[in-house]
C-alpha cells in the first residue's frame, strides 16, 4: 500500500478489493429481493441468472451460494480476475465473460438477469442504452425478468450532492466520497468523482477517480422503454427492497428497482 497525503488518480475498479467493500452490506438485502421478485413476476422456477457489469460480483458470489446457476461479465479484466479468485476460494462456479453492456452475447438463455447501483447510467448515449435493454431482453426467456436498478433524477433535484459512507472489512477500513462535480440536464451527463481513503494499520492510501453517468428523469426512462417493445415494465421499487411495496414510477421517485419482463411465453 502506498502512503502519504497525495491521492492516485486511478479507476478505483483496478483496486477491486476496495471497490468490493463498497457496496458489500447490502449485498444480502439485494440478493433476497431478486429472489423475492423472480417469486413474484416469473411464472417459473428461476433457476438461470445473469449480472451485466457484474464488477467484483458480490452478488454472484451470494447467488451461486444459494444455489443458482450464475453469468456475468463486465467490461473490465480486473474485477473479473478478482471475482474468479473469490469463486475458487468459495468453492463455487459461475460463467463469466469480458463485454459491453451495449453489445454482448450470453453464453445460454438465462430466467432473469440483474444490474443494479446504477451501472447502467455508464452507457452515456440513447442507443447504447437501448441496444443493451434489447440485448438483455434477447438473453431472457419468455417471462423472465430484468431486475434494473439505478437512481433516477427527479425534476426537482438538489444537484450539489455528496455521499459518504465507510466499510470495513479484515483490518482494512474504507471511507468513500461520492461527489457530484457537475451535471448537464440538456447533455444528459451528470459528472462525479468517487475518493476512497484507505487505512490498514498505519498504512494509508488515497484514491480519486473521475467518471460519467447518463442521467434519466421517470419520462425519460418511459421513453427508452417504449423504444424496447420486448420489454413490459411491471413494477417499480426503491432500495428499502421491499417487495410487498411497489411504488408508483413518477417525478419524485429516486433510487429505482425497475422489474421488466421479456414478453411472450415459452
Ligand atoms: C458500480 S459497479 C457495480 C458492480 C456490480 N453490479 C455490483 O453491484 O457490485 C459498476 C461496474 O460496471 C462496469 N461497467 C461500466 N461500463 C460498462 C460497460 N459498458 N459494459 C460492461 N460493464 C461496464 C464497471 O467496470 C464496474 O465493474
Given at each position: 500500500m502506498v502512503s502519504g497525503r497525495q491521492a492516485l488518480a486511478a479507476?478505483?475498479?483496478?483496486?477491486p478489493q476496495y471497490y468490493d467493500m463498497a457496496f458489500r452490506d447490502e449485498t444480502r438485502r439485494e440478493a433476497d429481493f431478486i429472489e423475492a421478485a423472480c417469486r413474484k413476476y416469473c411464472p417459473f422456477p428461476v433457476r438461470r441468472l445473469l449480472e451485466p457489469?457484474?464488477?467484483?460480483g458480490r452478488l454472484i458470489v451470494e447467488l451461486a451460494s444459494r444455489g443458482y446457476e450464475m453469468s456475468g461479465f463486465d467490461l473490465r479484466g480486473e474485477p473479473l480476475r478478482y471475482l474468479r479468485h473469490k469463486l475458487v476460494r468459495r468453492g463455487l462456479r459461475a460463467e463469466l465473460f469480458q463485454a459491453d453492456m451495449a453489445d454482448f452475447r450470453p453464453p445460454q438463455p438465462v430466467d432473469a438477469a440483474h444490474n443494479t447501483?446504477?451501472?447502467?447510467?455508464?452507457?452515456?448515449?440513447e442507443q447504447a442504452a437501448r441496444r443493451h435493454l434489447q440485448r438483455v431482453a434477447q438473453s431472457l426467456r419468455p417471462g423472465g425478468i430484468y431486475i434494473l436498478g439505478f437512481h433516477l433524477l427527479p425534476l426537482?433535484?438538489?444537484?450539489?450532492c455528496t455521499e459518504r459512507w465507510t466499510a470495513r472489512h479484515a483490518g482494512t477500513r474504507v471511507a468513500y466520497t461520492l461527489r457530484v462535480l457537475a451535471t448537464d440536464r440538456r447533455r444528459r451527463r451528470e459528472r462525479l468523482r468517487i475518493s476512497l481513503l484507505v487505512r490498514r494499520g498505519t498504512d494509508q492510501l488515497r484514491l480519486r477517480d473521475e467518471f460519467q453517468f447518463r442521467m434519466y428523469t421517470a419520462s425519460q426512462f418511459r421513453r427508452l422503454l417504449r423504444q424496447v417493445p420486448e420489454l413490459e415494465l411491471c413494477d417499480v421499487y426503491d432500495f428499502?427492497?421491499?417487495?410487498d411495496q411497489p411504488l408508483e414510477?413518477?417525478?419524485?421517485?429516486?433510487d429505482t428497482l425497475f422489474i421488466l419482463r421479456r414478453k411472450g411465453r415459452d
Open positions: 479507476s478505483w475498479y483496478d483496486f457489469a457484474c464488477g467484483t447501483w446504477n451501472s447502467f447510467r455508464y452507457l452515456l448515449s426537482d433535484a438538489d444537484e450539489e428499502w427492497y421491499d417487495i414510477l413518477n417525478d419524485e421517485i429516486s
